[in-house]
């Protein structure tokens, strides 16, 4: 009986483009073949078809050229035009009847053709934007299924509507378009140890808030009791209106970068600390012999030893930065917070620096501030001379740095100006990440190994600071940091 129903409902063959002409042939015929028995057979009188035929004839143009488009519609119109013509032959039709009746099959024509056209046409016009559609989504599928990370799109409900290969990999199972709240919420998955709820998975987040996800990372057991570690980024999908109509989720497996980052901490860790010891005996020895011999070596020799030391001291702050990647890692960064006057300490970091360049003119700004800060200042003063050592060194061609100490949104602002080679826009929030080094050929030229930032980062954010940057290529750099306050006594004060 449901086949039947398909067979017949029109609506069904919506987007199906192959229009075939055999069942409105198979029909009209029946409709023929029925109605001349009608005529003989049961109502004995050869002119009984009558007015009805007309009826059927019209519905059956207006349902085929709907099911079957113009060619539908059109067979119908021809086989009832020339069973009218059969008609007025076999009914012996003569005078004004015979001219009625032509007349009639003509306009019955015309009017059935005219139907059938538009009907027709109206159909295929349908169907071909159904198509388009269908092959829109048919290529966007082929390429989702391509991409070599996991996606899954669904309506603005949460059902899914798209959902690629790779996603199946990932959680490792089929995924049922129909149970929606299945697929986001797989118990095992943790942000840094703690189980992610339902409400808290990108999709959804993003479903109910309208709010994107960027690279969040979860790691994820899925149903095989594989391991993954996934950068999930999710976002709203608009139409032309600016309507949400649509979530997105992107899963990046990031599995095996993260083993690769985890075995280059293991080996930061290692050797920062089989090295520490020998580099800190090294140093003392060179010292103490500078001390001994310093009044007693002939200049030759003396530029000699004061090399070994300045390098050894180079290879100790290459140690201890190491040590500080390492701390930061196993969050064995430790802080001995106590008050102090900010400005007191840039002074010294900036004289300091000062020595060590001839080329560079430090300039500080904001000498007559006395700003007190809670913090570490061992820590600080790292941060500033890093900051001071890259303007120096990123300024191959010499020029002033200029150093301002600012008291800005109740926030001490730490600023480090200068004229050096800059650093592009796409670059600048990189940075700051663990052993970056803008890497354009120029910059290849530097030495370095890209932690000084990544340690000043860690250090101001765990004394609840900012550091960041604003800087354009060929023209120099600025770097600020801030720092609250320390609110117990007065903030500022003027000498
Ligand atoms: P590095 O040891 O390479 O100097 P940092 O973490 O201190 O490491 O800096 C990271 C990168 O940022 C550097 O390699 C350099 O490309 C860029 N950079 C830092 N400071 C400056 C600056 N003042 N001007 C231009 N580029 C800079």
Partial sequence: MRRIYNYLNPLN???IRKYSVRFPILFSLLVVFLSEYYSYNIAHDPL??????????????????????IKGGLITTFIAILYYLYIIYTRNYEGNALISGIFTTVYLGILFSFIAVSIGFLKQTIDKLIDN???????????????????????????????????????????????????YTTPEATISGKVIKADEWPLLYTLNTGKSF???EILLENENGQNFFLHISSSIIKNKAEMPVAAATIYEDVTVQKEIENRKDDFINMASHELKTPITSIKLYTDSLYSNLRKTLDS?????????????????????????VSKIQTGKLNFEKIK????????????????????????????????????????????????????????????????????INGKTEVSVEDTGIGIDRDKQSKIFDKLYQVSDPKEKTFPGLGMGLY??????????????????KNKGSTFFFSLPVDKQKKLEEKN
């Fill in 48 to 69: 009984a078809v009558g007015k009805y035929i007309i009826f059927i004839n019209a519905a059956s143009v207006i349902y085929f050229s709907f099911r079957n488009a």
């Fill in 340 to 407: 102090f006057n900010l400005r007191d300490l840039i002074s010294d970091a900036v004289s300091e620096i000062q020595k060590t360049t001839q080329k560079h003119k430090i300039v500080f700004k904001g000498k007559s501030r006395r700003i007190y800060v809670m913090a570490d200042k061992f820590r600080i003063y790292q941060v500033i001379t890093n900051i001071l050592t890259n303007a120096v060194k990123y300024s191959p061609d010499g020029g002033n740095i200029l150093v301002r100490l600012k008291i």
């Fill in 133 to 183: 559609e269908a092959d829109e989504k048919k290529r966007l599928q082929t390429i989702i299924d391509q991409l070599p990370v996991g996606i899954i799109v669904t309506d603005m409900k949460g059902k899914i509507t798209h959902a690629n290969n790779q996603i199946k990999k990932l959680l490792g199972k089929e995924i049922n378009k129909d149970l929606k709240s299945e697929i």
């Fill in 300 to 324: 030759k020799n003396l530029k000699s030893l004061k090399s070994i030391r300045y390098q050894t001291e180079q290879l100790q702050n290459l140690v201890y930065d190491l040590l500080d």
């Fill in 455 to 472: 340690i000043s980062k860690e250090i101001i954010k765990k004394h609840k600071g900012k550091i960041w940057v604003t800087s354009k």
């Fill in 214 to 216: 960027y690279k969040k």
């Fill in 13 to 15: 063959y919506l987007g």
